[in-house]
Protein backbone atom coordinates (compact mmCIF):
# COMPACT_ATOMS: atom_id res chain seq x y z
CA UNK A 1 0.00 0.00 0.00
CA UNK A 2 2.88 2.42 0.59
CA UNK A 3 5.66 2.36 -1.82
CA UNK A 4 2.61 2.82 -4.49
CA UNK A 5 1.32 5.62 -2.43
CA UNK A 6 4.83 7.06 -2.83
CA UNK A 7 5.14 6.17 -6.26
CA UNK A 8 1.65 7.70 -6.97
CA UNK A 9 2.94 11.15 -5.01
CA UNK A 10 6.33 11.12 -6.68
CA UNK A 11 4.40 11.19 -10.17
CA UNK A 12 2.38 13.48 -8.94
CA UNK A 13 5.19 15.85 -7.35
CA UNK A 14 7.18 15.53 -11.44
CA UNK A 15 3.61 16.52 -12.30
CA UNK A 16 3.51 20.01 -10.63
CA UNK A 17 7.29 20.46 -11.56
CA UNK A 18 6.70 20.32 -15.00
CA UNK A 19 3.89 22.49 -14.59
CA UNK A 20 5.54 25.35 -13.10
CA UNK A 21 8.38 25.09 -14.99
CA UNK A 22 6.57 25.43 -18.14
CA UNK A 23 4.66 28.05 -16.46
CA UNK A 24 7.86 30.07 -15.56
CA UNK A 25 9.38 29.25 -18.82
CA UNK A 26 6.74 30.81 -20.89
CA UNK A 27 6.37 34.03 -18.63
CA UNK A 28 10.16 34.68 -19.30
CA UNK A 29 9.52 33.90 -23.42
CA UNK A 30 6.03 36.18 -23.21
CA UNK A 31 8.40 38.82 -21.43
CA UNK A 32 11.15 38.57 -23.68
CA UNK A 33 8.84 38.80 -26.70
CA UNK A 34 7.07 41.14 -26.00
CA UNK A 35 9.69 43.49 -24.33
CA UNK A 36 10.99 42.93 -27.85
CA UNK A 37 7.91 44.11 -29.62
CA UNK A 38 7.38 47.17 -27.54
CA UNK A 39 10.94 48.29 -27.44
CA UNK A 40 10.93 47.85 -31.62
CA UNK A 41 7.64 49.60 -31.56
CA UNK A 42 9.26 52.46 -29.63
CA UNK A 43 11.94 52.52 -31.90
CA UNK A 44 10.18 52.76 -35.09
CA UNK A 45 7.62 55.19 -33.35
CA UNK A 46 10.46 57.40 -32.50
CA UNK A 47 12.12 57.09 -36.11
CA UNK A 48 8.76 57.95 -37.72
CA UNK A 49 8.19 60.84 -35.47
CA UNK A 50 12.10 62.13 -36.37
CA UNK A 51 11.68 61.65 -40.06
CA UNK A 52 7.97 63.78 -39.59
CA UNK A 53 10.08 66.09 -37.65
CA UNK A 54 12.89 66.58 -40.35
CA UNK A 55 10.11 67.27 -42.76
CA UNK A 56 9.09 69.83 -41.42
CA UNK A 57 12.24 71.45 -40.61
CA UNK A 58 13.17 71.13 -44.54
CA UNK A 59 11.08 74.70 -45.02
CA UNK A 60 12.98 75.85 -48.01
CA UNK A 61 12.50 74.78 -51.53
CA UNK A 62 15.56 72.72 -53.76
CA UNK A 63 16.70 71.03 -50.13
CA UNK A 64 18.37 67.55 -50.49
CA UNK A 65 18.70 65.44 -47.24
CA UNK A 66 19.12 62.08 -46.24
CA UNK A 67 17.52 59.93 -43.59
CA UNK A 68 20.09 57.30 -42.29
CA UNK A 69 18.47 56.06 -38.72
CA UNK A 70 21.29 55.03 -36.49
CA UNK A 71 20.75 51.29 -35.33
CA UNK A 72 18.80 50.43 -38.33
CA UNK A 73 20.07 48.33 -40.81
CA UNK A 74 17.10 47.88 -43.55
CA UNK A 75 13.61 49.28 -42.67
CA UNK A 76 10.20 49.93 -44.26
CA UNK A 77 8.84 53.24 -44.47
CA UNK A 78 5.62 52.67 -45.03
CA UNK A 79 3.99 56.28 -46.86
CA UNK A 80 0.14 56.72 -47.51
CA UNK A 81 -1.56 59.93 -47.74
CA UNK A 82 -2.52 60.03 -44.04
CA UNK A 83 0.24 58.73 -42.34
CA UNK A 84 3.89 57.64 -42.30
CA UNK A 85 4.60 54.34 -40.58
CA UNK A 86 8.55 53.06 -40.20
CA UNK A 87 8.58 48.74 -39.66
CA UNK A 88 6.28 48.11 -36.96
CA UNK A 89 5.88 51.82 -35.55
CA UNK A 90 2.82 53.36 -34.67
CA UNK A 91 1.39 55.63 -37.79
CA UNK A 92 2.35 58.89 -37.55
CA UNK A 93 -0.04 61.24 -39.28
CA UNK A 94 2.02 63.61 -42.00
CA UNK A 95 -0.84 66.27 -41.31
CA UNK A 96 -1.22 68.16 -44.34
CA UNK A 97 2.26 67.80 -45.73
CA UNK A 98 2.41 66.47 -49.24
CA UNK A 99 4.88 63.66 -49.92
CA UNK A 100 5.24 62.31 -53.23
CA UNK A 101 7.05 58.63 -52.54
CA UNK A 102 6.36 55.21 -53.55
CA UNK A 103 4.19 53.43 -51.15
CA UNK A 104 6.56 50.92 -49.47
CA UNK A 105 10.40 51.92 -49.83
CA UNK A 106 12.87 48.93 -48.53
CA UNK A 107 15.76 50.62 -47.44
CA UNK A 108 18.85 51.67 -45.04
CA UNK A 109 18.28 55.04 -46.03
CA UNK A 110 15.76 57.32 -47.08
CA UNK A 111 16.27 60.17 -49.51
CA UNK A 112 14.96 63.37 -49.35
CA UNK A 113 13.67 66.45 -51.87
CA UNK A 114 11.67 69.81 -51.30
CA UNK A 115 10.76 71.39 -53.64
CA UNK A 116 7.87 74.48 -54.27
CA UNK A 117 4.67 74.46 -55.52
CA UNK A 118 3.12 77.85 -56.89
CA UNK A 119 0.77 78.69 -59.43
CA UNK A 120 1.19 81.72 -59.70
CA UNK A 121 1.94 82.30 -55.76
CA UNK A 122 3.30 80.01 -53.33
CA UNK A 123 0.88 76.91 -52.58
CA UNK A 124 3.01 74.30 -50.75
CA UNK A 125 6.14 72.66 -50.28
CA UNK A 126 5.79 69.72 -51.59
CA UNK A 127 8.80 66.76 -50.53
CA UNK A 128 9.85 63.18 -52.28
CA UNK A 129 11.24 60.18 -50.74
CA UNK A 130 13.06 57.54 -52.82
CA UNK A 131 16.02 55.66 -51.67
CA UNK A 132 18.77 54.73 -53.69
CA UNK A 133 17.58 51.05 -53.79
CA UNK A 134 14.84 52.28 -56.57
CA UNK A 135 16.01 53.22 -59.89
CA UNK A 136 13.86 55.34 -62.48
CA UNK A 137 14.93 54.67 -66.02
CA UNK A 138 13.86 57.04 -68.62
CA UNK A 139 12.83 55.27 -71.46
CA UNK A 140 14.02 57.59 -74.91
CA UNK A 141 13.64 57.28 -78.80
CA UNK A 142 14.66 59.86 -81.63
CA UNK A 143 11.41 62.08 -81.04
CA UNK A 144 11.48 61.90 -77.42
CA UNK A 145 15.21 62.36 -76.20
CA UNK A 146 14.89 65.66 -75.79
CA UNK A 147 11.84 65.07 -73.17
CA UNK A 148 13.96 62.56 -71.29
CA UNK A 149 17.11 64.81 -70.99
CA UNK A 150 14.39 67.54 -69.35
CA UNK A 151 13.05 65.09 -67.11
CA UNK A 152 16.61 64.55 -66.13
CA UNK A 153 17.74 67.97 -66.04
CA UNK A 154 14.83 68.93 -63.45
CA UNK A 155 16.53 66.01 -60.51
CA UNK A 156 18.74 67.56 -57.89
CA UNK A 157 22.97 66.37 -58.15
CA UNK A 158 24.87 66.38 -54.97
CA UNK A 159 28.02 68.45 -54.65
CA UNK A 160 30.04 66.09 -56.57
CA UNK A 161 27.63 66.51 -59.47
CA UNK A 162 25.98 63.30 -59.42
CA UNK A 163 21.94 62.97 -59.37
CA UNK A 164 20.44 62.60 -55.96
CA UNK A 165 18.29 59.98 -57.19
CA UNK A 166 18.81 56.87 -59.02
CA UNK A 167 17.83 57.91 -62.19
CA UNK A 168 19.20 56.38 -66.03
CA UNK A 169 18.03 57.35 -69.31
CA UNK A 170 17.83 53.98 -71.58
CA UNK A 171 17.03 53.91 -75.20
CA UNK A 172 15.39 50.07 -74.99
CA UNK A 173 13.75 47.94 -72.20
CA UNK A 174 16.87 45.36 -72.08
CA UNK A 175 15.29 42.72 -69.30
CA UNK A 176 18.97 40.99 -69.15
CA UNK A 177 21.03 44.67 -68.92
CA UNK A 178 18.12 45.67 -66.04
CA UNK A 179 18.70 42.64 -64.16
CA UNK A 180 22.35 43.40 -63.86
CA UNK A 181 21.71 46.45 -62.37
CA UNK A 182 19.69 45.20 -59.77
CA UNK A 183 22.17 42.30 -58.90
CA UNK A 184 24.76 45.30 -59.12
CA UNK A 185 23.06 47.95 -57.55
CA UNK A 186 21.20 45.36 -55.42
CA UNK A 187 18.15 47.30 -56.45
CA UNK A 188 14.66 46.83 -54.49
CA UNK A 189 12.07 48.69 -56.80
CA UNK A 190 12.41 49.49 -60.65
CA UNK A 191 10.34 52.60 -62.26
CA UNK A 192 10.24 52.86 -65.79
CA UNK A 193 9.47 56.41 -67.39
CA UNK A 194 8.18 56.04 -71.19
CA UNK A 195 6.44 58.11 -73.72
CA UNK A 196 5.09 55.50 -75.53
CA UNK A 197 3.04 52.48 -74.57
CA UNK A 198 5.49 49.07 -74.03
CA UNK A 199 5.25 45.73 -72.75
CA UNK A 200 5.39 45.23 -69.05
CA UNK A 201 9.20 43.63 -68.39
CA UNK A 202 9.29 40.82 -66.33
CA UNK A 203 11.67 41.68 -64.01
CA UNK A 204 12.64 40.28 -60.17
CA UNK A 205 11.34 43.05 -58.35
CA UNK A 206 8.53 45.71 -58.12
CA UNK A 207 8.29 47.15 -61.19
CA UNK A 208 6.15 50.40 -62.64
CA UNK A 209 5.85 51.96 -65.64
CA UNK A 210 4.68 55.20 -65.58
CA UNK A 211 3.70 56.47 -69.04
CA UNK A 212 3.76 60.34 -69.93
CA UNK A 213 2.36 62.44 -72.08
CA UNK A 214 4.72 64.57 -74.62
CA UNK A 215 3.99 67.55 -73.12
CA UNK A 216 6.22 68.14 -69.93
CA UNK A 217 3.89 71.08 -68.16
CA UNK A 218 0.94 70.03 -68.74
CA UNK A 219 -0.50 66.41 -69.47
CA UNK A 220 -1.34 62.39 -68.60
CA UNK A 221 0.25 60.42 -66.05
CA UNK A 222 -1.24 56.37 -67.11
CA UNK A 223 0.30 53.53 -64.38
CA UNK A 224 0.34 50.50 -66.86
CA UNK A 225 0.40 48.34 -63.60
CA UNK A 226 -2.73 49.64 -61.81
CA UNK A 227 -4.97 51.34 -65.43
CA UNK A 228 -5.05 54.82 -63.20
CA UNK A 229 -4.51 57.29 -65.36
CA UNK A 230 -3.93 61.19 -63.76
CA UNK A 231 -3.35 64.79 -64.47
CA UNK A 232 0.00 66.75 -63.85
CA UNK A 233 1.01 70.43 -64.00
CA UNK A 234 4.37 72.12 -64.20
CA UNK A 235 7.53 69.89 -63.46
CA UNK A 236 6.46 69.64 -59.84
CA UNK A 237 3.64 67.42 -60.30
CA UNK A 238 5.54 65.58 -63.48
CA UNK A 239 7.99 64.49 -61.17
CA UNK A 240 5.81 63.29 -58.45
CA UNK A 241 3.66 61.27 -60.82
CA UNK A 242 7.20 59.53 -61.68
CA UNK A 243 8.36 59.10 -57.60
CA UNK A 244 4.53 58.49 -56.26
CA UNK A 245 2.72 54.89 -55.92
CA UNK A 246 -0.22 57.34 -54.38
CA UNK A 247 -0.01 60.60 -57.09
CA UNK A 248 -3.39 60.91 -57.24
CA UNK A 249 -4.51 61.03 -53.36
CA UNK A 250 -1.78 63.56 -52.83
CA UNK A 251 -1.91 65.54 -55.59
CA UNK A 252 -5.67 66.20 -54.85
CA UNK A 253 -3.97 67.40 -51.49
CA UNK A 254 -2.50 70.07 -53.46
CA UNK A 255 -5.39 70.72 -55.37
CA UNK A 256 -7.75 71.23 -52.25
CA UNK A 257 -4.78 73.62 -50.37
CA UNK A 258 -4.93 75.71 -53.70
CA UNK A 259 -8.42 75.85 -53.23
CA UNK A 260 -8.28 77.15 -49.75
CA UNK A 261 -5.35 79.64 -50.91
CA UNK A 262 -7.41 80.69 -53.77
CA UNK A 263 -10.21 81.62 -51.61
CA UNK A 264 -7.76 83.74 -49.08
CA UNK A 265 -6.77 85.60 -52.26
CA UNK A 266 -10.08 85.93 -53.85
CA UNK A 267 -11.06 87.44 -50.26
CA UNK A 268 -8.04 89.48 -50.21
CA UNK A 269 -8.85 90.94 -53.78
CA UNK A 270 -12.50 91.89 -52.79
CA UNK A 271 -11.34 93.14 -49.07
CA UNK A 272 -8.95 95.83 -51.21
CA UNK A 273 -11.87 96.40 -53.43
CA UNK A 274 -13.71 97.84 -50.75
CA UNK A 275 -11.07 99.60 -49.31
CA UNK A 276 -10.08 101.35 -52.09
CA UNK A 277 -13.28 102.17 -53.61
CA UNK A 278 -12.41 105.68 -54.32
CA UNK A 279 -9.99 105.09 -56.70
CA UNK A 280 -11.63 104.38 -59.78
CA UNK A 281 -8.41 102.64 -61.70
CA UNK A 282 -8.46 99.50 -59.13
CA UNK A 283 -10.34 96.96 -60.39
CA UNK A 284 -10.68 94.25 -58.50
CA UNK A 285 -13.01 92.45 -60.48
CA UNK A 286 -11.28 90.54 -62.93
CA UNK A 287 -9.14 89.26 -60.67
CA UNK A 288 -11.84 88.00 -58.44
CA UNK A 289 -13.93 86.65 -61.44
CA UNK A 290 -10.92 84.65 -62.75
CA UNK A 291 -10.59 82.92 -59.21
CA UNK A 292 -14.62 82.14 -59.17
CA UNK A 293 -15.30 81.29 -63.02
CA UNK A 294 -12.74 78.49 -62.63
CA UNK A 295 -13.15 74.79 -61.73
CA UNK A 296 -9.40 74.39 -59.82
CA UNK A 297 -10.33 70.68 -59.64
CA UNK A 298 -9.64 70.38 -63.25
CA UNK A 299 -5.91 70.77 -63.66
CA UNK A 300 -6.26 71.73 -67.06
CA UNK A 301 -7.83 75.34 -66.22
CA UNK A 302 -5.08 76.33 -63.64
CA UNK A 303 -2.61 77.19 -66.93
CA UNK A 304 -4.92 79.45 -67.80
CA UNK A 305 -6.08 80.69 -64.43
CA UNK A 306 -2.54 81.30 -63.72
CA UNK A 307 -1.74 83.52 -66.51
CA UNK A 308 -4.74 85.73 -65.75
CA UNK A 309 -3.83 85.75 -62.17
CA UNK A 310 -0.48 87.22 -62.93
CA UNK A 311 -1.84 89.14 -65.94
CA UNK A 312 -4.10 91.24 -63.45
CA UNK A 313 -1.88 91.48 -60.70
CA UNK A 314 0.64 93.11 -62.49
CA UNK A 315 -1.70 95.13 -63.89
CA UNK A 316 -3.25 96.45 -60.27
CA UNK A 317 0.27 96.99 -59.44
CA UNK A 318 0.89 98.83 -62.83
CA UNK A 319 -2.22 101.60 -61.65
CA UNK A 320 -0.87 102.19 -58.69
CA UNK A 321 -3.22 99.53 -56.40
CA UNK A 322 -2.14 97.61 -53.34
CA UNK A 323 -1.50 94.30 -55.34
CA UNK A 324 -3.55 91.17 -54.62
CA UNK A 325 0.35 88.94 -53.93
CA UNK B 1 -3.33 10.06 0.26
CA UNK B 2 -2.23 11.08 3.31
CA UNK B 3 -4.01 14.34 4.67
CA UNK B 4 -0.15 15.27 4.68
CA UNK B 5 0.69 14.82 1.47
CA UNK B 6 -2.75 16.35 0.25
CA UNK B 7 -1.57 19.29 1.65
CA UNK B 8 1.67 19.45 0.18
CA UNK B 9 0.16 19.64 -3.34
CA UNK B 10 -2.20 21.89 -2.13
CA UNK B 11 0.64 24.38 -1.16
CA UNK B 12 2.48 23.77 -4.62
CA UNK B 13 -0.48 24.21 -6.59
CA UNK B 14 -1.41 27.39 -4.57
CA UNK B 15 2.46 28.41 -5.11
CA UNK B 16 2.14 28.09 -8.82
CA UNK B 17 -1.07 29.84 -8.70
CA UNK B 18 0.57 32.69 -6.80
CA UNK B 19 3.78 32.57 -9.41
CA UNK B 20 1.45 32.25 -12.32
CA UNK B 21 -0.85 35.89 -11.17
CA UNK B 22 2.18 37.45 -10.34
CA UNK B 23 4.25 36.75 -13.76
CA UNK B 24 0.94 37.85 -15.59
CA UNK B 25 0.32 41.14 -13.10
CA UNK B 26 4.27 41.65 -13.88
CA UNK B 27 3.61 41.41 -17.65
CA UNK B 28 0.88 43.34 -17.94
CA UNK B 29 2.07 46.23 -15.71
CA UNK B 30 5.65 45.99 -17.97
CA UNK B 31 3.47 45.95 -21.17
CA UNK B 32 1.28 49.06 -20.18
CA UNK B 33 5.05 51.16 -18.63
CA UNK B 34 6.03 50.63 -22.33
CA UNK B 35 2.90 51.90 -24.10
CA UNK B 36 2.63 54.49 -21.78
CA UNK B 37 5.86 55.50 -22.88
CA UNK B 38 5.61 55.34 -26.43
CA UNK B 39 2.33 57.45 -26.12
CA UNK B 40 4.42 59.64 -24.05
CA UNK B 41 6.99 59.64 -27.28
CA UNK B 42 4.24 60.70 -29.26
CA UNK B 43 3.01 63.60 -27.02
CA UNK B 44 6.78 64.94 -26.71
CA UNK B 45 6.51 64.80 -30.49
CA UNK B 46 3.36 66.72 -30.98
CA UNK B 47 4.49 69.09 -28.29
CA UNK B 48 7.79 69.86 -30.43
CA UNK B 49 5.28 70.17 -33.52
CA UNK B 50 3.44 72.76 -31.64
CA UNK B 51 6.14 75.04 -31.17
CA UNK B 52 7.24 74.40 -34.18
CA UNK B 53 4.13 76.40 -35.20
CA UNK B 54 5.41 79.39 -34.12
CA UNK B 55 8.23 79.22 -37.47
CA UNK B 56 5.56 77.23 -39.37
CA UNK B 57 2.54 79.42 -39.19
CA UNK B 58 3.77 83.10 -40.01
CA UNK B 59 5.43 81.31 -43.13
CA UNK B 60 2.09 80.18 -44.35
CA UNK B 61 1.26 80.79 -48.00
CA UNK B 62 -1.95 81.75 -46.10
CA UNK B 63 -0.66 84.35 -44.52
CA UNK B 64 2.70 85.77 -45.40
CA UNK B 65 2.81 89.09 -47.28
CA UNK B 66 4.16 89.54 -50.43
CA UNK B 67 4.06 92.01 -53.49
CA UNK B 68 4.77 91.22 -56.94
CA UNK B 69 5.13 87.72 -55.60
CA UNK B 70 8.27 88.41 -53.45
CA UNK B 71 7.53 87.27 -50.12
CA UNK B 72 8.98 89.20 -46.91
CA UNK B 73 8.84 88.18 -43.54
CA UNK B 74 5.72 89.37 -42.43
CA UNK B 75 1.91 88.42 -41.62
CA UNK B 76 -0.75 90.04 -44.24
CA UNK B 77 -3.79 91.18 -42.26
CA UNK B 78 -6.21 90.87 -45.43
CA UNK B 79 -5.31 87.05 -45.57
CA UNK B 80 -5.39 86.82 -41.62
CA UNK B 81 -9.13 88.03 -42.12
CA UNK B 82 -9.30 85.50 -44.95
CA UNK B 83 -7.98 82.43 -43.59
CA UNK B 84 -10.09 82.97 -40.47
CA UNK B 85 -13.00 82.33 -42.42
CA UNK B 86 -11.88 79.06 -43.50
CA UNK B 87 -10.71 76.99 -39.99
CA UNK B 88 -12.64 74.24 -40.81
CA UNK B 89 -10.38 73.61 -43.24
CA UNK B 90 -6.96 73.51 -41.38
CA UNK B 91 -8.21 71.21 -38.55
CA UNK B 92 -5.48 68.51 -40.47
CA UNK B 93 -3.07 71.47 -40.09
CA UNK B 94 -4.12 72.84 -37.01
CA UNK B 95 -5.92 70.43 -34.81
CA UNK B 96 -6.90 71.05 -31.45
CA UNK B 97 -5.37 74.94 -31.40
CA UNK B 98 -5.77 78.48 -30.77
CA UNK B 99 -3.97 81.21 -33.16
CA UNK B 100 -4.63 84.87 -32.21
CA UNK B 101 -2.60 87.89 -33.12
CA UNK B 102 -2.53 90.83 -30.74
CA UNK B 103 -1.45 94.00 -32.28
CA UNK B 104 1.07 95.74 -30.06
CA UNK B 105 1.92 99.02 -31.25
CA UNK B 106 0.58 101.05 -32.55
CA UNK B 107 -1.69 101.27 -29.65
CA UNK B 108 -5.22 100.29 -30.62
CA UNK B 109 -8.52 100.13 -28.95
CA UNK B 110 -8.68 96.94 -26.85
CA UNK B 111 -11.36 94.74 -29.25
CA UNK B 112 -11.76 91.63 -30.82
CA UNK B 113 -11.81 92.82 -35.00
CA UNK B 114 -14.40 91.86 -36.57
CA UNK B 115 -16.12 92.06 -40.03
CA UNK B 116 -17.80 95.33 -39.01
CA UNK B 117 -14.99 96.72 -37.16
CA UNK B 118 -13.55 95.81 -40.79
CA UNK B 119 -15.59 97.68 -42.41
CA UNK B 120 -15.16 101.35 -40.84
CA UNK B 121 -13.01 103.60 -42.18
CA UNK B 122 -10.83 103.66 -39.00
CA UNK B 123 -9.87 100.31 -39.55
CA UNK B 124 -7.48 98.91 -38.14
CA UNK B 125 -9.72 99.95 -34.74
CA UNK B 126 -9.41 96.85 -32.91
CA UNK B 127 -6.37 94.86 -31.39
CA UNK B 128 -7.10 91.24 -31.72
CA UNK B 129 -7.78 89.02 -34.34
CA UNK B 130 -9.07 85.50 -34.17
CA UNK B 131 -7.30 83.57 -36.89
CA UNK B 132 -8.42 79.89 -35.69
CA UNK B 133 -10.28 78.11 -32.91
CA UNK B 134 -10.81 74.79 -31.88
CA UNK B 135 -11.16 73.76 -28.34
CA UNK B 136 -11.90 69.55 -27.38
CA UNK B 137 -15.05 68.94 -25.69
CA UNK B 138 -12.47 67.88 -22.91
CA UNK B 139 -8.78 68.17 -22.09
CA UNK B 140 -6.16 67.87 -19.44
CA UNK B 141 -3.78 70.42 -20.16
CA UNK B 142 -3.27 74.16 -21.50
CA UNK B 143 0.03 75.16 -23.61
CA UNK B 144 0.76 78.35 -24.59
CA UNK B 145 3.45 80.50 -26.69
CA UNK B 146 3.84 83.84 -28.25
CA UNK B 147 6.45 85.46 -30.78
CA UNK B 148 6.81 89.13 -32.22
CA UNK B 149 5.89 89.58 -35.80
CA UNK B 150 5.25 92.03 -38.24
CA UNK B 151 1.65 92.52 -39.91
CA UNK B 152 1.73 94.29 -42.85
CA UNK B 153 -1.56 96.01 -43.98
CA UNK B 154 -1.86 96.13 -47.84
CA UNK B 155 -4.04 99.20 -47.79
CA UNK B 156 -1.89 101.79 -45.70
CA UNK B 157 1.12 99.82 -47.05
CA UNK B 158 1.93 100.07 -42.97
CA UNK B 159 3.29 97.75 -40.26
CA UNK B 160 2.48 96.75 -37.16
CA UNK B 161 4.03 94.86 -34.15
CA UNK B 162 1.76 92.21 -32.81
CA UNK B 163 2.54 89.15 -30.97
CA UNK B 164 1.33 85.54 -32.30
CA UNK B 165 0.01 83.35 -29.53
CA UNK B 166 -0.77 79.76 -29.83
CA UNK B 167 -2.72 77.92 -27.35
CA UNK B 168 -3.13 73.67 -27.50
CA UNK B 169 -5.44 72.32 -25.05
CA UNK B 170 -4.57 68.67 -24.75
Known sequence: MFPSHNKAQAEFNWILILIAGFIILSSFIAFAIDYKNLSDRRINTELSLALSSQLDSLTSAGLTTIVDPEGLTFFSTRLSCKSVILNIGEPISIEDKVIFSSGEIQSDKLLLWVDEFSLPYRISNIYYISSPYTKYYVLYDDSTQQLANTILSYIPTTQDRKRFFNFQMIAEIDPYSIENDIKRESLREIRIVTFNDIDFPSLSVKTKIIRLSKNLNLGDVYYQDTNELAKYIKKQLLLASIFSDNYKCNADKLLARLNNINIIYQDKAARLFFKTQTKQQCNYQLFISAITSTDTSDIDNLPGLEQRLSTHNLELNKRGCPDVF | ?170
Open chain 2, 1 to 170: MSSKAQLEINETILVIVIFSVLAIAGLVVFHRYNTESIKASILESERLSFYDLLNQVPNMPELKCSSQNIQDDCIDLYKAFGLSKLQLKYFDKFGYKTINLRFIYPKLPDKECTESLFQATDFPNCNRLKIYERIPSSYKATEKISSPVAIYNPVTQDYMLAVLELTWQY
